[in-house]
């Protein structure tokens, strides 16, 4: 079995900053991409922002300059720092791994941006 446990989720104010992590533990056999994506309500999940092992980095247009992914391999964990939060960043997100042994899903972070 493969845990994915993330954290970091909560409500803040429009402007402001969280942090999110991701830890994935069991039987993993390798990581090759580690990723977030979101879902806001009424809408399709969406890529937010994935990186290689090598540290390869992919945005979504909406967040570049904003969001910045970050993994730390050896403890088998990937970061989402956002920063400039606007209302239209609020979904649940979720963490994403491509393994050597399939992919796998975290069970989501709710994000609110609100005043």
């Known amino acids: 079995q493969v845990q994915l446990v993330e954290s970091g989720g909560g409500l803040v104010q429009p402007g402001g900053s969280l942090r999110l992590s991701c830890a994935a533990s069991?039987?993993?056999?390798?990581?090759?991409?580690m990723g977030w994506y979101r879902q806001a309500p009424g809408k399709q999940r969406e890529l937010v922002a994935v990186?290689?092992?090598?540290?390869?980095?992919n945005y979504a247009d909406s967040v570049k300059g904003r969001f910045t992914i970050s993994r730390d391999n050896a403890k088998n964990t990937v970061f989402l720092q956002m920063s400039s939060l606007k209302p239209e960043d609020t979904a649940v997100y979720y963490c994403?791994?491509?393994?050597?042994?399939?992919?796998?899903w975290g069970q989501g972070t709710q994000v609110t941006v609100s005043s």
């Open positions: 994403h791994v491509l393994g050597g042994r399939g992919d796998y």
């Open positions: 069991g039987n993993i056999f390798s990581i090759y991409v």
């Open positions: 990186i290689t092992t090598n540290g390869n980095t």
